[in-house]
T-cell receptor, first 116, second 112 residues
Framework: DAGVIQSPRHEVTEMGQEVTLRCKPISGHDYLFWYRQTMMRGLELLIYFNNNVPIDDSGMPEDRFSAKMPNASFSTLKIQPSEPRDSAVYFC??????????????FGPGTRLTVL | TQLLEQSPQFLSIQEGENLTVYCNSSSVFSSLQWYRQEPGEGPVLLVTVVTGGEVKKLKRLTFQFGDARKDSSLHITAAQPGDTGLYLCAGKGAGNNRKLIWGLGTSLAVNP
C-alpha cells in the first residue's frame, strides 16, 4: 500500500508569496496531522483533523497559516504571505481510528520549504 | 504545558559500542512512543510502551517505560552504522486526544 504522499518535496519561494503544501493520507486512516520541524523547536504539531474536521489547531502559528481537508484523501496547508521564519520541513502524518496501531502516526517524506 | 526532555542531544560512537538515550518528563503519559527518523524522511515508529515498568525488545534495541509513566529509555546494544538517525520520543496524554507531545530528539551517529 502507498504511504502518506506529500507534494512538493522541495519548495523555494520569496517572502510574501503564497505557498500551498499538499498531502494524501493513507487510505482508510481517519486522522491527519500537519507538523513543522526545525532544529531549534523540533517537531511541532500545527493542526490535526478527524474525519476531515479540524480538532485541534492550537499549534497554528498565526492567521497566515490555514489548513483544509475537503475530503478523506486530500489536505492542504497554506501559508499566505510567507516569511523567512516559515522555512522548515513540513510533515503530514495519518493514523487509523482503530486497531492495534491506532495511536501510530505514519509520516510522509516531508516538504522542505525555504522562504528567501 | 507538558514537555519531554531527551538526552543526550547528540551522540557519536563507534560501531559495536552500547548506548542509552533518555526521555524524561514531569507529566504522566498514558503511552509513550519511540520513532526513528533518517535524513530526508519522516519519523517511523519503533515501539509503543503502555504499562509502567514495561520493557520491550526489538532486536538489539531495548525500550523501558518508567514505573510512574513519566520517563523512558532506549538502550542499543552493539550499535551498527544502520542505527544512525534521529531518535524521537513522543508521549500521549489520557483520553481521546490524539495529540502527541514530542521530545527534540537524540541525533545518533554510529561510525564504522
Amino acid at each position: 500500500d502507498a504511504g502518506v504522499i506529500q507534494s512538493p518535496r522541495h519548495e523555494v519561494t520569496e517572502m510574501g508569496q503564497e505557498v500551498t503544501l499538499r498531502c494524501k493520507p493513507i487510505s482508510g486512516h481517519d486522522y491527519l496531522f500537519w507538523y513543522r520541524q526545525t532544529m531549534m523547536r523540533g517537531l511541532e504539531l500545527l493542526i490535526y483533523f478527524n474525519n476531515n474536521v479540524p480538532i485541534d489547531d492550537s499549534g497554528m502559528p498565526e492567521d497566515r497559516f490555514s489548513a483544509k481537508m475537503p475530503n478523506a484523501s486530500f489536505s492542504t496547508l497554506k501559508i499566505q504571505p510567507s516569511e523567512p521564519r516559515d522555512s522548515a520541513v513540513y510533515f503530514c502524518a495519518s493514523s487509523p481510528s482503530g486497531g492495534r496501531d491506532t495511536d501510530t502516526q505514519y509520516f510522509g517524506p516531508g516538504t522542505r520549504l525555504t522562504v528567501l | 504545558t507538558q514537555l519531554l526532555e531527551q538526552s543526550p542531544q547528540f551522540l557519536s560512537i563507534q560501531e559495536g559500542e552500547n548506548l542509552t538515550v533518555y526521555c524524561n518528563s514531569s507529566s504522566v503519559f498514558s503511552s509513550l512512543q519511540w520513532y526513528r527518523q533518517e535524513p530526508g524522511e519522516g519519523p517511523v515508529l519503533l515501539v509503543t510502551v503502555v504499562t509502567g515498568g514495561e520493557v520491550k525488545k526489538l532486536k538489539r534495541l531495548t525500550f523501558q517505560f518508567g514505573d510512574a509513566r513519566k520517563d523512558s529509555s532506549l538502550h542499543i546494544t552493539a550499535a551498527q552504522p544502520g542505527d544512525t538517525g534521529l531518535y524521537l520520543c513522543a508521549g500521549k496524554g489520557a483520553g481521546n486526544n490524539r495529540k502527541l507531545i514530542w521530545g527534540l530528539g537524540t541525533s545518533l551517529a554510529v561510525n564504522p
